[in-house]
C-alpha cells in the first residue's frame, strides 16, 4: 500500500519562508511524477508545483520565483521550498504522485498559514 506522509506546515508570518517534506512509502518513486498541489477555503485544489522523473519541473504562475520543487529518489522524499510567502499562499498542501501508468496517490494534507 503506498502512503504519502507531509511534513513541514505550520504558521508563518508574510515574506518568510517553510519547507515542506513529503515520504512515499510501499512503492519506488524514480519513475514517477511528484507534485505539490493546494486547496484553499472555498477553492479548487490547484497544481502548485510539479517535478517529472527527469527532474523537470513547472510552477504555477502565482508562486514562479518563490517556491522550488526538488526530489531525492533514493530516500523517497519530495520537498517544496516556499519563500517570501504572502497571505494568499495560505492553504492545506497535499503531496502527489503519479506513476507512468497513471495511478495516483495523495497525502492527507498539512496546513500552511501565513499571517499578515
Known amino acids: 500500500q503506498v502512503q504519502l506522509v507531509e511534513s513541514g506546515g505550520g504558521l508563518v508570518q508574510a515574506g518568510g519562508s517553510l519547507r515542506l517534506s513529503c515520504l512515499v512509502s510501499g512503492s519506488n518513486v524514480r519513475s514517477n511524477f511528484m507534485g505539490w498541489y493546494r486547496q484553499a477555503p472555498g477553492k479548487q485544489r490547484e497544481l502548485v508545483a510539479g517535478i517529472a522523473s527527469t527532474g523537470s519541473t513547472n510552477y504555477a504562475d502565482a508562486v514562479k520565483g518563490r517556491f522550488t520543487i526538488s526530489r531525492d529518489n533514493a530516500k523517497k522524499m519530495v520537498y517544496l521550498q516556499m519563500n517570501s510567502l504572502k497571505p494568499e499562499d495560505t492553504a492545506v498542501y497535499y503531496c502527489?504522485?503519479?506513476?507512468?501508468?497513471?495511478?495516483?496517490?495523495w497525502g492527507q494534507g498539512t496546513q500552511v498559514t501565513v499571517s499578515s
Open positions: 502527489y504522485t503519479r506513476t507512468p501508468l497513471g495511478l495516483i496517490n
